[in-house]
């Protein structure tokens, strides 16, 4: 059974201090990791995708890296515009279609 | 293109009573799935279907049905509505994914239904 845990359940920084969130994974042959981020109130905006260990992908001020255990997004001088739900999920190769399990995600708040 | 929409937004329902939410998607995608999003749970996913007539059951399948008649619409069906079923619900879409590595992996999701039973 696939399996994720995201740490920290939240975290609030101060706008400028950079931090990284944590995904550590289990699954049966890793096909794909996934971040996304979640604004209250809206479903999950896709925001990376990391297929094998070392990959790594930026976006503006987010770094998603993967290694065989777990991934990291990391936030470079946050904004406020940047509060929100970082969702991780992951998809194995024993999965039908494409199916993802997901953590609990990490409720970041940026503080101006 | 309108991406994955989902209608309702909000929806109080009493014990016992029965509804659809419907889910649709204009990006000819083959994946449909629903999901539940519950606070200290996360997203756990109800039902998938990998192409028209074909569904399967996802982790938490049970007082759900779903049926997948043309590859753009996914309806998620509340047979009798019990308190437990409070909850948001999502409907997401991709490509299969069989293409492996590949951005045909990535799911989109909807905007969600917001269900209270009562």
């Known amino acids: 059974e696939d399996q994720v845990t995201q740490s920290p359940e939240a975290l609030r920084l101060q706008e400028g201090e950079s931090s990284s969130l944590n995904c550590s994974y289990t699954?049966?042959?890793?096909?794909?990791l996934f971040w996304y981020r979640q604004d209250p109130g809206k479903g999950p905006e896709f925001l990376f995708t990391?297929?094998?260990a070392g990959e790594e992908k930026e976006k503006e001020r987010l770094k998603a890296t993967l290694t065989k255990k777990e991934s990291f997004l990391h936030i470079t001088a946050p904004k406020p515009e940047d509060s929100a739900t970082y969702l991780c999920?992951?998809?194995?190769?024993?999965?039908?279609?494409?199916?993802?399990?997901f953590g609990e995600g990490t409720q970041l708040t940026v503080n101006p | 293109n309108a991406g994955v929409t989902q209608t309702p937004k909000f929806q109080v329902l009493k014990t016992g009573q029965s509804m659809t939410l419907q889910c649709a998607q204009d990006?000819?995608?083959?994946?449909m799935s629903w999901y539940r999003q519950d606070p200290g749970m996360g997203l756990r996913l109800i039902h998938y279907?990998?192409?028209?007539?074909?569904?399967d059951q996802g982790e938490v399948p049970n007082g759900y049905n779903v049926s997948r008649s043309t590859t753009e619409d996914f309806p998620l069906r509340l047979l009798s509505a019990a308190p437990s079923q409070t909850s948001v619900y999502f409907c997401?879409?991709?490509?299969?994914?069989?293409?492996?590595?590949?951005?045909?992996?990535?799911?989109?999701f909807g905007p969600g239904t917001r269900l209270t039973v009562l």
């Open positions: 990006m000819n995608h083959e994946y």
């Open positions: 990391l297929y094998s």
């Open positions: 279907s990998v192409g028209a007539g074909i569904t």
């Open positions: 997401a879409s991709s490509y299969s994914g069989l293409a492996g590595k590949s951005s045909y992996n990535e799911q989109f």
């Open positions: 999920a992951v998809q194995g190769w024993g999965t039908s279609g494409s199916r993802l399990t």
């Open positions: 699954v049966s042959g890793l096909r794909g």
